[in-house]
């Protein structure tokens, strides 16, 4: 039982470039997440889904896209990467009668 | 923001004292929850308290919630220094499982 992974765990991008980032959960959650982790900013909700085929924005959307094809993938994509999109990002996954989030390890990117 | 605020933002405690923290809110929730993150991982669920629940007990951690000041408090007793971390409150106002985080709360346990 792998829980919630997230690849790469690191990553270097240019201005403007694109990546996805991934992840994947084993635990047949319902609810998955991407949130975002600055300094002294605590966390942020940039999307979620609540099922395949269902996803909705979160707090700070922009510059983001996501998609949810099966329950286990939930994956992140940078449209064009940004200097203000430099930060550490996880994706965590509940069941939808609300038990608690299990936290993927996280992807630190670094945008220059 | 309805994020949760913690309170103090850090704490440093010999290893065997109790560790305090309290969080607090701007609007009514549906419930609360408490995560650890270790330094460079990812955050681990502690507990979850409902709100029309007043206190709740895990091991070593005991949550308390005033509905009434719209505040939240995690209790470590005995604290270790595996207990090093951040603690951060997180809001769940629609029960929608959105959940709303605070800043974080550092804690470092001194052996």
């Known amino acids: 039982n792998a829980g919630v992974t997230q690849t790469p765990k690191f990553q270097v991008l240019k201005t403007g470039q694109s990546m996805t980032l991934q992840c994947a959960q084993d635990m047949n959650h319902e609810y998955m997440s991407w949130y975002r982790q600055d300094p002294g900013m605590g966390l942020r909700l940039i999307h979620y889904s609540v099922g395949a085929g269902i996803t909705d924005q979160g707090e700070v959307p922009n510059g983001y896209n996501v998609s949810r094809s099966t329950t286990e993938d939930f994956p992140l994509r940078l449209l064009s990467a940004a200097p203000s999109q430099t930060s550490v990002y996880f994706c965590?996954?509940?069941?939808?009668?609300?038990?608690?989030?299990?936290f993927g390890s996280g992807t630190r990117l670094t945008v220059v | 923001s309805q994020q949760g605020e913690e309170d103090p933002q850090a704490l440093s405690i010999q290893e065997g004292e109790n560790a305090t923290m309290n969080c607090s809110y701007k609007t009514s929730i549906n419930n609360l929850q408490w995560y650890r993150q270790n330094s460079g991982r990812g955050l681990v669920h502690l507990i979850l308290i409902r709100s029309n629940e007043r206190e709740k007990h895990s091991g070593r951690l005991r949550v308390t919630l005033d509905t009434s000041k719209k505040s939240s408090s995690l209790l470590i007793t005995a604290s270790r220094a595996a207990d090093t971390a951040s603690y951060f409150c997180?809001?769940?106002?629609?029960?929608?499982?959105?959940?709303?985080f605070g800043k974080g709360n550092q804690v470092v346990v001194i052996p």
């Open positions: 965590a996954s509940s069941y939808l009668d609300f038990r608690g989030y299990t």
């Open positions: 997180a809001t769940d106002h629609y029960g929608n499982n959105r959940l709303a």
